[in-house]
């Protein structure tokens, strides 16, 4: 054995003993479990880079991909929609409008999908050792921000080059309705993660869900049309949709050729209860992953 390694083990001597087991209790067992995450976030970080580099493994392109499905739904999107369907027409910009919206679609769409699948993904290890096992659904986190990265600068440049944004308070909408994204999808990865170890349909529902999620929020079609064909009864509930009102949010930043009446007038104050109630939303789900992790071992 090394010295460092001989070190190390009279460091671990030292230090009392923990118990192997998820911190207990509403308000103190989430911030244990904060905690305990904190302090393993190098793994968090090695399981970050795992995944993508598995991701591209052996792939002549790599990261390039991630460009790929985003721009050709792009393409369909304009196509078929924008042209054929002429949409286009009520909506300028619309490439520039579709890519905002599938940019932050894609992120959500990835977090909550892979982080779905990634407790069963990392079952060798669940099944061995025991660690904070929300570090798994949160490295599916980390993956989708750094490809969200690459797409949010790409849609930068083109709203630069085609339009040019507008630098003024509007730009604020994109970190709020950033964070509004992120938390409702660790939410719901976080529960949806738990589920799937006990139930692996899971997994299966929630590509369906997804797909009809997509549909129900404005990423091919503006505000102003679901506006305008139902009841205000329906548009209030349309709008209580967090991933909806996300999209209007990167829209209101980033689409400058946005008509007058493209947004809601309380679209910042909605952004702002859609966050306050998803970061309770996202306590709650880490308790209810923290009971159901239990038995994780023993149904894998």
Known sequence: MSPEAEARMRELATQPLRRASPPSGFFVG???????????????GMLVRRELRARYKDSALGFLWTLARPLVSLLIYYVAIGRFLGAERAIP???????????VWQLFNEIVANGTASI?????????????????????VGSALFNFAIQLAILLVAALAIRGLVFDSRLLYLPAAL???????????LVLSAANVYLRDVQYLVEVALML??????????????????????????????VTIAVLG????????????????????????????????????????????GNFAQEL
């Not at 993904?121 to 599916?140: C, H, M, Q, S, W």
């Not at 549909?215 to 503006?222: D, F, K, L, T």
């Not at 493209?262 to 880490?286: K, N, T």
């Open 213 to 242: 999620g997509f549909w129900a929020s404005p990423i091919v079609y503006s505000w102003q049309m679901v506006n305008g064909a139902v009841s205000p009864t329906i548009a209030l509930l349309y709008l209580d949709n967090p």
């Open 93 to 103: 910009d619309f490439a520039i409008y579709v890519f905002t919206g599938l940019t």
């Open 250 to 293: 990167f829209q209101r930043a980033v689409w400058t050729a946005a008509p007058e009446g493209a947004f809601p007038g309380d679209l910042a104050m909605r952004l702002l209860v859609a966050l306050a109630v998803g970061l309770v939303m996202l306590v709650i789900s880490q308790r209810l992953f923290a009971t159901m992790q």
């Open 30 to 44: 989430a911030r244990d479990s904060v905690g305990a995450i904190w302090e393993r976030r190098e793994l968090l």
């Open 179 to 189: 964070a509004v994204t992120l938390v409702w999808a660790t939410a719901a990865a």
């Open 120 to 140: 069963l993904a990392n079952d060798g290890i669940v099944k061995k050792i025991y660690l904070p096992r929300e570090i798994f659904p949160l490295a599916t």
